[in-house]
T-cell receptor, first 109, second 112 residues
């Protein structure tokens, strides 16, 4: 059974204070690891897909990296508008998406 | 380009009542999905449709039925609602099963 564990559950940062969110996974035949952002009362918004260990992708202040056991979402110099819940998910051999419980990020001005 | 749309946005049902949640996508995607999201549980797959004309059970299918009406539309039906089905329901779509999924805005359902 595919499993995704995200840590920490919640993270509070000061504006400009860089940090990383962790996603550990076990999956049979990784076909893709996905990061989503979810704002309160809204649906998840797609951010990145990573397919193989060593791959990195960037978008504005966010950078996602992937190893064989975990993925990190690095946030550089965050702003209050980066406050949201960040979800990690994997697709394995069964082609179904398995989500972690998410990390709630709060960035104080 | 609206992406994925869901109706209704909010719904309150009494135990035993039935209702259908509607979902439509305008991205010409092949695959569509229904999830529920509960506090502390994350997103869980209820049913999915890999392509028009096919549907399969996900992790938590009991108490639900689905219909893939055409390539654009995928509905979720609760035949006899129970308080345990109080949740936020999200519809999603993807081009292929292994691709990133795009989510709708959600339906907040309360069963009393």
């Amino acid at each position: 059974e595919d499993q995704v564990t995200q840590s920490p559950e919640a993270l509070r940062l000061q504006e400009g204070e860089s940090s990383s969110l962790n996603c550990s996974y076990t999956v049979s035949g990784l076909r893709g690891l996905f990061w989503y952002r979810q704002d309160p009362g809204k649906g998840p918004e797609f951010l990145f897909t990573l397919y193989s260990a060593g791959e990195e992708k960037e978008k504005e202040r966010l950078k996602a990296t992937l190893t064989k056991k975990e993925s990190f979402l690095h946030i550089t110099a965050p702003k209050p508008e980066d406050s949201a819940t960040y979800l990690c998910a994997v697709t394995g051999a069964n082609s179904k998406l398995t989500f972690g419980k998410g990390i709630t990020l709060s960035v104080r001005p | 380009n609206a992406g994925v749309t869901q109706t209704p946005k909010f719904q309150v049902l009494k135990t035993g009542q039935s209702m259908t949640l509607q979902c439509a996508q305008d991205m010409n995607h092949n695959s569509m999905y229904w999830y529920r999201q509960d506090p502390g549980m994350g997103l869980r797959l209820i049913y999915y449709s890999a392509s028009e004309g096919t549907t399969d059970k996900g992790e938590v299918p009991n108490g639900y039925n689905v219909s893939r009406l055409n390539k654009r539309e995928f509905s979720l039906r609760l035949e006899s609602a129970a308080p345990s089905q109080t949740s936020v329901y999200f519809c999603a779509s993807s081009d292929l099963g292994i691709d990133e999924q795009y989510f709708g805005p959600g339906t907040r359902l309360t069963v009393t």
